[in-house]
């Protein structure tokens, strides 16, 4: 089995930051992909960011873009998401994913749900504005 789990989060005012933090443990592979995805109030849960195995490729929603970062570890199994200059429509509970079975396929489906096997248990970020 594979655990994740997600710290950070909480309350920001507009233009703030915040950063999540995510590891992954267990039985996972050498090489995986981790993302992030977020579930605004009365949406679809929506990508936000992933990272590859290595950690020198990234991809972001252009709702972002400029703003968050994605960062790994040196031993691979903690991502982190950095958030600049929050505004309010990024108030939303943030899951960490980590994919175990999709190998390089993960970069044809790492924007999906379908690309991760295993999920953190969600972190509120509210942004005031």
């Known amino acids: 089995q594979v655990q994740v789990v997600q710290s950070g989060g909480g309350l920001a005012e507009a233009g703030g930051s915040l950063r999540l933090s995510c590891a992954a443990s267990?039985?996972?592979?050498?090489?995986?992909?981790m993302g992030w995805f977020r579930r605004a109030p009365g949406k679809e849960r929506d990508f936000v960011a992933a990272i590859n195995w290595r950690g020198d490729r990234t991809f972001y929603a252009d709702s972002v873009k400029g703003r968050f970062s994605v960062s790994r570890d040196n031993a691979g199994s903690v991502i982190y998401l950095q958030m600049n200059s929050l505004k309010s429509e990024d108030t939303a509970v943030y899951y960490c994913?980590?994919?175990?079975?999709?190998?390089?396929?993960?970069?044809?489906?790492?924007?999906?749900?379908?690309?991760?096997?295993?999920w953190g248990q969600g972190t509120q970020v509210t942004v005031s504005s």
């Open positions: 994913a980590v994919d175990r079975t999709h190998g390089t396929n993960w970069y044809n489906l790492y924007q999906d749900q379908m690309g991760y096997d295993y």
């Open positions: 267990g039985r996972i592979l050498s090489s995986y992909g």
